[in-house]
């Protein structure tokens, strides 16, 4: 059971960036999936996060900090979510997580997670 996440890299603000996350092991089409990302010696921070389509509806929540910019994605043919960054501002460089979660809402504890994407925005 794997959740791979990739597509970080360096950007210059204003630039975009999209962040795939792809599943392995497991199907997540009944999952939760979120994006979160995180600093070192900071708290990890929920950035979008979007319901299964299988009983649910597929509706995604977003941080205040990125609402209108970033949008995330899921496509459960190919067991893979995406992250859409656009407009990218330097305090969006982090270390970007892809998560899944069976049962209820994202946040701190989660089902599986992959390894962090690193996602830099500097001039």
Request: charged share 20%; with cysteine; glycine share 14%.
């Given at each position: 059971?794997?959740?791979?996440?990739?597509?970080?890299?360096?950007?210059?603000?204003?630039?975009?960036?999209?962040?795939?996350?792809?599943?392995?092991?497991?199907?997540?089409?009944?999952?939760?999936?979120?994006?979160?990302?995180?600093?070192?010696?900071?708290?990890?921070?929920?950035?979008?996060?979007?319901?299964?389509?299988?009983g649910s509806d597929g509706?995604?929540?977003?941080?205040?900090?990125?609402?209108?910019?970033?949008?995330?994605?899921?496509?459960?043919?190919?067991?893979?979510?995406?992250?859409?960054?656009?407009?990218?501002?330097?305090?969006?460089?982090d270390v970007y997580y892809?998560?899944?979660?069976?049962?209820?809402?994202?946040?701190?504890?989660?089902?599986?997670?992959?390894?962090?994407?690193?996602?830099?925005?500097?001039?």
């Amino acid at each position: 059971v794997q959740l791979q996440a990739s597509g970080g890299g360096l950007v210059q603000p204003g630039g975009s960036l999209r962040l795939s996350c792809v599943a392995s092991g497991f199907s997540l089409n009944r999952y939760v999936i979120g994006w979160f990302r995180q600093s070192t010696g900071e708290e990890r921070e929920t950035v979008a996060c979007i319901a299964s389509n299988t009983g649910s509806d597929g509706s995604a929540t977003y941080a205040g900090s990125v609402r209108g910019r970033f949008t995330i994605s899921r496509d459960d043919d190919g067991n893979s979510a995406y992250l859409q960054m656009d407009n990218l501002k330097p305090e969006d460089a982090d270390v970007y997580y892809c998560a899944a979660k069976r049962y209820g809402w994202c946040s701190s504890v989660m089902d599986y997670w992959g390894k962090g994407t690193l996602v830099t925005v500097s001039s």
